[in-house]
């Protein structure tokens, strides 16, 4: 069963064309329920857009998208019964305490104490639960905003960004919640900048840019969709100009390791070939696991851009 299906969702803010922008394009993607789902993309890629038509908030301008296989306003408003959103850190009292908090957003929600106690756990703010809102650190706001989301126990957990701003240890923190989640069977779809993070926590992934999906299935696939190599020669320059120039090559990069090629074919017998004949002679030649940060740069900056990186 899938927990969100879009199809072509398009939003453009403002009507005068000359004004407008274009902020999510025909974006078409798949949630199956129980997945970990990182929605990636640079800075006004359209992710908090995205989330925002998927939670409500937006109205998309095209396109369509169903929320437990259930579409239209009616059918959206009852599959929004079991989702649970955190897009910003929501507007708790300062003056009250974690828990009192909650208990506010329960009162809304009609959720009784024995949950809020269960959240408040699984978040870890047990402890700190009575102290008042204006002490907690951000990892801690952060935490307590995940709590308020999973009140109602929701199926589906959309967050937008739940680590920003969060040092290794609040980063490390939400991840463990949402590894939680994901073994109690939870779906969860993030939006994120942070690579690694992504590549540690989700099980499938989609890249945004500039409002278009360039990439997206499971992790593993994504990162193995470019093969690339690591390549050696005693002449590193001689060897990175040849791969610039090889039409086979999608991006090459010098590291300190030796010049990484991302490769359309994994046919090595032609790069050796081609080397050969521009009279470069390889000492080292190795398939090259790339991280899903490189993936990512390579799509979203393109090869052009990492190329110049190496001519300059
Ligand atoms: N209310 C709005 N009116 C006009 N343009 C908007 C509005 N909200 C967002 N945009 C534009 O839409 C594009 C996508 O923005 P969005 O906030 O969805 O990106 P994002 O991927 O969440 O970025 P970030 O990583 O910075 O949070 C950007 O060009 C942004 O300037
Ligand atoms: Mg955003």
């Given amino acids: 069963m899938q927990a969100i299906q879009t199809f072509d969702l398009t939003k453009r803010y403002g009507k005068r064309a000359a004004k407008s922008v274009l902020a999510v394009d025909r974006v078409s993607f798949v949630v199956e329920q129980g997945q970990v789902f990182g929605f990636l993309g640079p800075n006004g890629s359209g992710k908090t857009t995205t989330i925002g038509m998927l939670v409500g908030t937006i109205k998309p301008t095209g396109g369509s998208f169903n929320l437990f296989g259930a579409s239209g306003p009616e059918g959206l408003m009852a599959a929004r019964s079991r989702v649970g959103a955190t897009l910003e850190t929501p507007n708790f009292y300062p003056y009250m305490s974690g828990r009192d908090n909650l208990r506010v957003a329960a009162g809304v929600k009609g959720v009784g104490r024995p949950r809020i106690e269960e959240c408040l756990e699984l978040v870890g703010l047990s402890d700190r639960a009575k102290h008042r809102f204006k002490t907690y650190s951000l990892g ?70 500039k409002g278009r999906i360039v990439t997206s299935g499971a992790v593993a696939e994504v990162v193995g969709e470019g093969s690339a190599v690591l390549l050696r020669a005693e002449d590193t320059d001689a060897l990175a100009g040849a791969m610039e120039a090889y039409p086979g090559a999608s991006s090459v990069r010098r590291t300190d390791e030796g010049v990484i090629a991302a490769l359309e074919s994994s046919d090595l017998g032609s790069v050796t070939r081609y080397l050969a004949g521009q009279g470069v002679y390889l000492s080292h030649l190795a398939p090259y696991r790339q991280s899903l940060e490189e993936v990512f740069i390579d799509i979203t900056s393109g090869a052009v851009d990492s190329m110049t990186e190496i001519a300059s």
Avoid: W, Y
């Fill in 140 to 209: 801690m706001k952060q935490r307590l905003a995940l709590a308020a989301t999973m009140l109602n126990d929701p199926e589906l957990i959309i967050l937008d960004e739940p680590a920003n701003g969060l040092d290794p240890q609040g980063i490390r923190e939400i991840r463990e919640i949402i590894g939680i989640l994901a073994e109690r069977g939870k779906t969860i779809f993030l939006s994120s900048h942070l690579l690694a993070e992504v590549e540690r926590t989700c099980s499938h992934v989609a890249i945004i840019r």
